[in-house]
């Protein structure tokens, strides 16, 4: 409680970092209820899931092996305390009603998903500021949380119920504590940094270069070599401790685990249709600039000035960052996300380079305008964004035409769910499937009887419900995981769709404009036929002539989406309201 006081007092005098952080708080707190109840971010619908099974099984042993466990745990124990929050507030009658909410309206569920993210987002750009400030100088710590503020990635990042919020805090928590080594070393201060090393590695495995800070400090800080041998062996059993804290079933299921960590290793060597690098090496330097703007340069700037520095600290945040940039610049699959583990130390770097300049300039009417032209240009960018958060999506307007024109019952064919509108199926939770068949069957009743409430449809998957044998050759030529699934999860052929008679058909430009923009595959991978098979059916759709355009939803300037297209098959009947 004292320190709760002591830190309320210290943000009371200071004012300029109160303002950074009220900032900090706004730009990732506004917007958070985007598209609710339904949901348009791929990857959240995973990561709940994964946190919500575990009550489903009882167990602690994660769902989906892709990624580590910490950061389900958490998730896990925030919806835990929304649990009981609501039972004592009557939203809940019980665990069934709680399950059956999700399903019917989830709202509550991504709030309070996200919100955690916005708060943590807003930590770590306080513990850079700490960082900053405690190590190089305050002016240094004020620029550092700055730069992560008005970082349009780390904002962006910060909105979603995904890992790489909490990503961002750990990893800046470790190098505040393996910089802190640095300074007094100590083995507990070592093993500490290990632990938290540890932690962040089991939130997200692109956090591992984590180590070679680690493993510097030790060599800096002793001076026999026997000494140096102890004291990394000591921080990396510290590291190994931290990482099976937070996921503890990659010892109990370690064949789960390795397996899916070999699919992401196809997966990011691979690449993704639409999502090639088409800058090999350098690709993560041009994703800086690309998304952050202004603040990018000072981030890759600050990289740039540190090689030439000499100051130990820097090198330490330095073996953290160049090694993380280099190893993923030859990934195949590109993403901004993949470099939020070195955000923090990049603002870091950043905010000592800008400190630098700005000391240069001696006028302060001078400093005051490269102020506003560093931080103008991203925060108008993230204003939009966030602007854009609150206004209606283009699939809610396709799902509001829907269930206003096409006869509830009706079967409609889609590739992704939340490319599309978020229509109400109930069969999709009564399919044999592994999430299906963790629900009970009270709760299926309950979402059955919902059905008869409000607009339902029957969606047909286009990759699951029409599965299609892959080449028995290409598939033994290949043992990518990976790849195997792509070959695997093949779109069908548009004839095929019209001879099930499936009267309707949703294309969504988040599913088809990767076969027509961006960086192509190699003609000799199967990634090519992955590619091929996708273009060749969105060719069929948007220019054949089985189809019927019924109505489209394009987003405009100020509201997001993809442009959504609904189609009537010719050949099969359909009946509109």
């Not at 330095?318 to 090694?323: E, S, T, Y």
């Not at 602007?387 to 209606?392: N, S």
């Not at 489209?552 to 509201?559: Q, R, T």
Request: glycine share 8%.
């Amino acid at each position: 409680m004292d320190k709760i006081k002591q830190l309320t007092a210290s943000l009371t005098r200071d004012r300029l970092l109160l303002v950074i952080l009220v900032s900090a708080c706004v730009l990732r707190v506004c917007g958070i209820w985007y598209g609710l109840p339904s949901v348009y971010n791929s990857d959240e619908p995973f990561n709940v899931v994964n946190a919500l099974a575990y009550g489903a099984k009882q167990s602690l042993e994660p769902t989906y092996h892709v990624y580590p466990a910490l950061y389900s745990y958490v998730l896990l124990g925030v919806y835990g305390l929304y649990y009981g929050a609501g039972l004592l507030a009557g939203n809940f009658s019980g665990p069934i009603d709680f399950g059956s909410t999700y399903f019917i309206d989830a709202s509550g569920f991504y709030l309070t998903g996200r919100f955690l993210s916005a708060v943590v987002g807003v930590a770590t750009v306080w513990l850079v500021f700490v960082i900053g400030r405690r190590f190089f100088s305050r002016q240094t710590g004020y620029c550092a949380a700055a730069l992560l503020t008005f970082s349009y990635a780390h904002t962006d990042l910060s909105h979603w119920i995904l890992p790489e919020a909490l990503l961002a805090l750990l990893c800046s928590w470790a190098l505040f504590q393996i910089l802190r080594f640095h300074d007094q070393p100590s083995w507990q201060a070592g093993a500490m940094a290990g632990i938290l090393a540890g932690l962040a590695i089991s939130t997200k495995y692109n956090a591992g270069f984590l180590i070679l800070p680690l493993i510097l400090t030790s060599c800096f800080s002793a001076m026999r070599p026997t000494a140096i041998l102890r004291s990394v062996c000591l921080n990396l059993v510290a590291v190994a401790c931290g990482f099976f804290a937070g996921s503890p079933y990659w010892l109990l299921s370690f064949a789960s685990y390795w397996a899916d960590l070999k699919y992401t290793l196809g997966h990011v060597s691979s690449g993704m249709v639409g999502h090639i690098a088409a800058l090999p090496g350098v690709w993560p330097l041009w994703e800086l600039v690309f998304n952050d703007w202004t603040v990018g340069l000072l981030l890759v700037s600050g990289v740039f000035f540190a090689l030439f520095g000499r100051d130990r600290k820097s090198v330490l945040l330095l073996a953290f960052i160049v090694p993380t940039l280099l190893y993923l610049g030859f990934w195949n699959r590109s993403g901004i996300h993949y470099l939020t583990p070195i955000y923090p130390a990049l603002a870091v770097l950043g905010g000592l380079f800008l400190h630098k300049v700005l000391l240069r300039v001696q006028n302060p009417i001078v400093q005051k305008v490269a102020i506003l032209l560093f931080f103008l240009p991203v925060f108008l960018k993230i204003g939009w964004q966030d602007f854009r958060l609150t206004r209606e999506d283009s699939r809610t307007a396709a799902k509001n035409w829907i269930e206003n024109n096409l006869k509830t019952g009706s079967l409609i064919a889609y590739e992704n769910y939340v490319y599309g509108p978020n229509l109400f199926d109930p069969s999709r939770f009564t399919k044999n499937t592994e999430e299906s068949n963790l629900l009970p069957t009270a709760m299926k009743e309950e979402l059955l009887a919902e059905s008869l409430r409000r607009p339902s449809y029957r969606l047909v998957n286009l990759r699951k419900d029409f599965r299609l044998k892959a080449l028995d050759r290409m598939r033994a030529e290949n043992s990518n995981l990976y790849l195997k699934q792509l070959l695997e999860s093949r779109l069908p052929r548009l004839s095929s769709v019209a001879q099930s008679e499936v009267p309707y058909l949703i294309a969504s430009s988040d599913n088809y404009r990767r076969y027509f923009e961006g960086q192509l595959p190699d003609k000799s991978s199967p990634l090519w036929y992955s590619y091929s098979n996708g273009r060749a059916f969105y060719e069929s759709v948007l220019h054949g002539d089985r189809l019927q355009l019924l109505q489209e939803f394009s987003p405009g300037a100020w509201n997001l989406g993809p442009k959504i297209s609904i189609y009537k098959s010719k050949a099969a009947g359909g009946e509109e309201n």
